[in-house]
């Protein structure tokens, strides 16, 4: 899932640059009354009725607490969660830690030709096609025969594929992807369908990449309105695509991203097919297992490093980064497989040195996706101010954070307003929940470390959002 990163005008930089140079002026004093009672009316609008709302702001570096409603309640918090495991995979493992995939092979006894050839895992979630084509034919250099099998080895992580408290009715969408070792495009596919020239017509539908592994069964049928529908089924070799309803006529080319069933399947049955493009015989057949002790290592490379993956982490609130992030932090603390208890046991161990006690919030993922997951505005501020505070990670977790009115999650939100490129923050939203948190500099120069928690509420969460900017308005105006 890498996406381009486009250049940020220089003012956003102005900021930043400010954050970590520039103390909060003499002159900024007590947060006025008029502010806070600003807030307060906000909070207690009619839209929040019924819904469980908590905020808590304060000044950095001194920490002094310029306002907080119900700080330490806890809410459920959504992606918020990916702050603490952004924090912790830069404590514990390092700015630039690079995820390694490995292949090896039992050999033969015969020049350029291997019995069977291995893919290992060690918990990359950015791994692209071009990635794996770039690997195989790398490999094409030096194999040219595999007699036997190709074998995923996803054993570096446990085989639970899904967070614990994660909703069974997601479906296929992307946010909900299965956790693997080695997660090839997010362990997803892209379906792109557009209408026939005629109405009562078959779509036309294609994937991307174009592999075996899935199978795209078209019944939808030209129309005059859209209304299409994907389901996935399992087969032996892969997954079946059902694509039904209708599209439009006049309807441009769409594309629906999906994810697959398998992901160790999936990334070995794209390797068997870019190996025979580059002319490598394979004999046998595709499945996940574990690798031989006594295979040779043919290939090792290494993903991009952990400050490039963070930014589309938390800038585009990627979940499957999370949990892979989540369960090699448990692999590296206390050996593998990785799973999601020993990863929450190591960013807890990351918290408690920062004075968070263990007891005082729970964890289910490393994403944000499960309802079990409970955190405070409090525990969210003090994360963020032990980061301010920590210069060997606080430029690489800043830069990774969506900056209001450019980019990621936040690139439509305060575009018009003078906070434009002052807020760098992370969102989170889901059904009945809508949080913000991260830092943002006001009008005067001064940086606060911002938490505003909202839960409970039925409908859109645009509402939400829009007093959220209001409070971020508020503030900016008045400290």
Not at 33 to 46: F, V, Y
Not at 338 to 362: M, N, P, T
Request: glycine residues 10%; aromatic residues 8%.
């Amino acid at each position: 899932m890498k996406k381009s990163v486009r250049v940020i005008p220089a003012l956003l930089f102005i900021p930043f640059a400010l954050f970590l140079l520039v103390p909060a002026p003499a002159h900024a004093g007590l947060f006025t009354d008029t502010g806070k009672r600003k807030i307060k009316e906000i909070l207690r609008s009619s839209v929040l009725a019924g819904t469980h709302a908590g905020i808590k702001v304060i000044a950095l570096p001194s920490g002094k607490t310029i306002i907080e409603e119900n700080g330490t309640k806890l809410f459920v918090p959504a992606s918020n969660v990916k702050l603490l495991t952004a924090y912790a995979a830069l404590k514990l493992l390092g700015s630039r830690y690079a995820f390694i995939t490995e292949f090896a092979a039992d050999a033969s006894g015969e020049p350029a030709t291997v019995r069977t050839l291995y893919l290992k895992g060690y918990g990359d979630p950015s791994a692209t096609l071009a990635d794996l084509n770039y690997q195989a034919l790398n490999l094409s250099g030096t194999i040219k025969r595999v007699t036997g099998d190709i074998v995923v080895d996803n054993s570096y992580f446990d085989a639970t594929l899904f967070g614990r408290g994660w909703m069974w009715d997601e479906g296929i969408v992307p946010w909900n992807a299965p956790i693997a070792p080695y997660a090839l495009d997010g362990n997803c596919i892209d379906i792109y369908f557009r209408p026939a020239p005629r109405e009562g017509d078959v779509v036309r539908v294609r994937s991307v990449p174009e592999t075996f592994y899935a199978v795209v069964v078209a019944s939808a049928v030209t129309a005059q309105a859209d209304d299409i529908h994907i389901l996935r089924d399992q087969t032996p070799g892969g997954d079946r695509y059902f694509v039904t309803g209708t599209l439009g006529i006049a309807s441009p080319e769409k594309k629906w991203r999906c994810t697959v069933s398998r992901p160790g399947l999936y990334a070995g049955t794209v390797l068997k097919e870019l190996l025979t493009r580059y002319g490598v015989k394979v004999d046998g057949r595709v499945y996940e297992g574990t690798a031989s002790t006594a295979a040779v290592c043919v290939g090792r490379y290494a993903s991009r490093n952990m400050a490039d993956i963070l930014r589309c982490f938390l800038k585009e609130s990627d979940n499957l980064t999370g949990e892979c992030l989540l369960k090699s932090m448990g692999a590296a603390e206390c050996g593998p497989p990785g799973d999601a208890a020993k990863g929450i046991a190591a960013i807890k161990k990351v918290l408690a040195e920062s004075g968070i006690r263990g007891k005082s919030y729970e964890l289910a993922d490393g994403s944000g996706l499960s309802t079990y997951n409970l955190l405070s505005p409090d525990i969210l501020v003090r994360v963020l101010q032990t980061v301010y505070g920590d210069f060997s990670l606080c430029p690489e977790f800043m830069d990774a954070m969506a900056v209001a009115g450019n980019d990621g999650t936040l690139k439509d939100r305060l575009k018009e307003s003078p906070l434009n490129g002052y807020v760098r923050a992370k969102s989170g939203n889901m059904s009945g929940v809508s949080c913000l948190s991260g830092y943002l500099q006001t009008r005067k120069g001064t940086l606060l470390a911002v938490s505003i928690m909202m839960n409970g509420f039925t409908g859109t969460c645009q509402p939400l959002r829009g007093m959220q900017d209001e409070i971020l308005q508020v503030l900016w105006e008045n400290y």
